[in-house]
């Protein structure tokens, strides 16, 4: 099949807005004589006029043969494996054109081999044409190439034509390719919210039919892509397409029939998602942790007053709640211990502020947890209207303290 070329003058991408690491990587693949392409989503952003995130590079050189031109380089994976060019805070990926595999499942390292019962790897590099490549991509707007030999887009699979009409559609068969690597539909739920495209038909009815599959996937990819999905500067119109999609029913278990119970839950959560969003956009970090004491904070709460009334101290209610339920969703998104322990710090942090006596409060403004759990604190007072006085009373005490 021959491809859709758009020549220099037809398309925006300039040199200028591709990072100078990805340019010397290009141009030295090509002046060796190698195909040297940017791949995937960096051309998608180019194209639509946004800044991408990373550019990731495809070419027909080996890895060995990558490895060898390029003194920065390390080569990562067992079955397929990449070649990651480190430059001064940035690496450039560079991969080999690759061929289909039948039921491959997706990019994450962990799913990239396949180990025997003697632990030998079962498939190796299976190295493809450039078509081939694009077409084991997931959605047609994620399959475009731009040439460095001669600055032309290189369209496969009818990418132009879904990003001038903002459409979401995946290559080949939905049911396939959904079945194949699950987290595909989630992916399709990201890309549609954060740059406001429609999911097509036939791949929006497939998630519907398919969204069970998603307790197939990696419990520890899932914890990735729920990252990605919330921290993208685009959480809210993610969230709606969760919502539409009825993904997060296989993602968040018992917290998503918790929120649809109550109209007035669901209103938190957009609240706090719309909050991850200013964050965001004011280019500030903001810790797993902190997302996920806010995201499921109401829920926490309610969890943690009913253990209250059976029994509990404030304190243990408030740990124990997050345990309970965090741990308990580690079947589909593994939560690090880590993050699980430091959401529960925020909660069971939430008592100090209630305490404006004496010296404490000083001293929990020293508390080394003590900025995540003021920020909680916060953005649940103001959510709920609650707390106005003793929030005031917080954020002249900070104030005072800078
Ligand atoms: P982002 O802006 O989130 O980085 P992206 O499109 O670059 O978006 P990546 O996860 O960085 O997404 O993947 C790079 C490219 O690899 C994608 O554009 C797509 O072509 C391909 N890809 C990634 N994940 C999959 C998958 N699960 N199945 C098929 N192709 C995939
Ligand atoms: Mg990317």
């Keep these: 099949m021959e491809p859709v070329v758009l020549e220099r003058p ?37 194209l639509l006029d946004r800044y991408p995130k990373d550019f990731d590079v495809a070419t027909d050189a080996t890895p060995e043969q990558i490895r060898k031109m390029f003194r920065n380089c390390r080569l990562i994976g067992r079955r ?41 790897v079962m498939r190796d590099n299976v190295f493809g044409t450039p078509q081939q490549d694009a077409l084991r991509r997931d ?42 690597d699950p987290v595909r539909m989630v992916r399709a739920a990201r890309f549609a919210g954060t740059l406001g495209f429609e999911i097509e038909k036939e791949a929006y009815e497939s998630i519907c039919r398919n969204k069970d599959k998603l307790a197939l996937a990696a419990p520890s990819r899932m914890y990735e892509e729920v990252q990605k999905l919330f921290f993208c500067g685009y959480a809210k119109n993610v969230f709606q ?39 965001r956009k004011a280019n ?24 209250i009334d059976a029994g509990a101290s404030p304190h243990d209610a408030a740990r124990d709640a997050v345990h309970r339920h965090l741990q308990g969703m580690c079947t589909n998104v593994r939560v690090p211990k880590q993050v699980i322990y430091q959401v529960s710090d925020i909660m069971t942090n939430q008592l100090r502020f209630q305490q404006t006596k004496g010296n ?43």
């Design 139 to 180: 959605f047609t707007i994620n399959a475009l190439f731009y040439n460095i030999a001669d600055f032309s887009i290189i369209d496969y699979a009818g990418g132009l034509e879904d990003l001038e009409k903002k459409i979401i559609r995946v290559i080949g068969d939905p049911d396939t390719r959904f079945t194949e």
């Design 80 to 120: 397929f494996r990449l070649a990651h060019i480190l430059f001064r805070g940035e690496v450039i990926e560079t991969a080999t054109f690759r061929a289909p595999v039948p039921s491959d499942e997706g990019e994450h390292p962990e799913n990239t081999f396949r180990t025997g019962e003697d632990g030998q």
């Design 360 to 402: 404490r409060p000083k001293r929990v403004l020293q508390h080394k947890g003590f900025l995540d759990a003021f920020l909680y604190f916060k953005v649940s007072s103001k959510a709920h209207g609650r707390n106005q006085e003793l929030l005031a009373y917080w954020v002249d005490l900070r104030e005072a303290k800078k």
């Design 284 to 307: 500030l970090r903001v810790h797993p942790a902190l997302l996920f004491a806010l995201l499921f904070g109401e829920y926490h709460e309610v969890l943690a007053q009913q253990l």
């Design 10 to 46: 037809e398309h925006c991408v300039s040199r200028k807005n591709i990072s100078s690491a990805a340019i010397k990587v290009l141009y030295r693949l090509k002046d060796e004589g190698y195909i040297a392409y940017i791949a995937g989503g960096g051309v998608r952003d180019l």
């Design 241 to 279: 397409w969760l919502e539409k999609t009825d993904l997060l029913h296989p993602m968040f278990h018992d917290f998503s029939h918790w929120i649809d119970e109550d109209k007035t839950r669901h209103d938190w959560v957009v609240q706090t998602l719309e909050q991850m969003d200013r964050w």
